[in-house]
């Protein structure tokens, strides 16, 4: 997998460029949530395999994580910015591209939307840094040929790393201060 914020990376620029047409929370929200459940499939008594398809599948991005990512965006995430908010002066816990994405936040529609592409954008991104990918489930794992190849490797998480600590820093750290 591609480190799991570093899927923002993808989604942001949406933001960015037309932030009335997006959900920040929801694209971010949609974009990381496919790998967040990972680590409890460890612990509770399921096998990796159907936590993968799960997870890292288009029907996965369309309920499971669709769903999970929903209340996150909704009821969670929202709490926690706001404690930000009220407890800190710094902007930068609230605001990205100078935008207050508490203030900023789109109808249920947009939101929905915006969870959508950020959990498809996950699941087929993933398919460059996996070997066997259930993007297509049921139909059969896509095996991505140059995975394993060291070049690539440098290649695919060099990029998607530069692309978020560019947007990272430029429209979240240094906007902010
Ligand atoms: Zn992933």
């Known amino acids: 997998m591609a480190f799991t914020a570093f899927h923002c990376a993808l989604v ?62 909704l009821y969670v995430v929202p709490k926690v910015i706001r404690y930000f908010k009220r407890t800190s002066p710094d902007p930068r816990g609230y605001k990205f591209a100078g935008i207050d994405v508490l203030e900023q936040r789109g109808s249920l529609l947009v939101i929905a939307c915006s969870i959508l592409i950020g959990t498809t954008s996950h699941v087929l991104l993933d398919i460059l840094y996996h070997g066997g990918s259930p993007v297509f489930y049921p139909l059969p ?24 600590v560019h947007l990272a820093y430029v429209y ?6």
């Open 12 to 73: 942001w620029p949406l933001f960015i460029l037309k932030p009335k047409r997006f959900d920040f929370i929801g694209l971010s929200v949609g974009a990381v949530i496919p790998d967040l459940f990972i680590p409890f499939f460890y612990v509770l008594p399921v096998y990796e395999e159907p936590a993968r398809i799960i997870t890292h599948s288009l029907i996965g991005a369309f309920t499971f994580d669709f769903v999970l990512a929903l209340i996150a965006a």
């Open 141 to 164: 794992s896509v095996m991505f040929p140059l995975d394993e190849v060291l070049p690539w490797e440098i290649f695919v998480h060099g990029t998607i790393l530069l692309a978020f």
């Open 172 to 177: 979240w750290w240094k906007m902010g201060s």
